[in-house]
């Protein structure tokens, strides 16, 4: 099986937060965050294994700043480290403002990262059963770094798992 570039299957999107996406204090409900995260990742992971996949888990979600009524949200997705079946997706969500072009006397940026999560992703068969997806060939300094950092999330993980008793 031929390997990928993270860059191969990277997913850019863009929304816009609406008042209906948002709480009492205009600012964005984390379910509508993590729907668009979650979106995002999936079509990533697709991207990468050229299968269906499923959401096998959400490993991170941190939620850093606001997001708020009418701020463009841009989402990232690349796939970061590949197991046998498995992919682990890294988001990060960006606030923008669309009326700020430079950053303020404030300090406020237009584009801010708001939201940052990691998630593990399965590819499927057509009998919906894992299976093997090609492994990931980071390429840029950014991507091995990715790469490495999830390689220690994915053991601490798996660490964390055997001491659970089920």
Sequence with gaps: MEGKKPSDSAVESRYL?????????GT??????????????????QRHSGKEVVTASIDSLSFREPIRIGDQVVLKACVNYVGHTSMEVGVQ????????RKASLSG??????ATT????FVALDKDKHPCPVPPILPQTADEKRRYENAKLRVQAR?????????
Aim: proline share 6%; no cysteine.
């Design 28 to 45: 964005a409900f984390g379910g509508a965050i993590v729907a668009w995260i979650d979106t995002v990742a999936s079509m990533a992971a």
């Design 158 to 166: 798996k660490d964390l798992l055997s001491k659970i008793s089920r």
């Design 117 to 120: 999560a990691h998630l593990t």
């Design 108 to 113: 406020d940026a237009k584009q801010v990262i």
């Design 93 to 100: 969500v960006i606030r923008e403002d669309p009326y700020r």
């Design 17 to 25: 937060l609406m008042p209906n996406q948002a709480n009492p204090y």
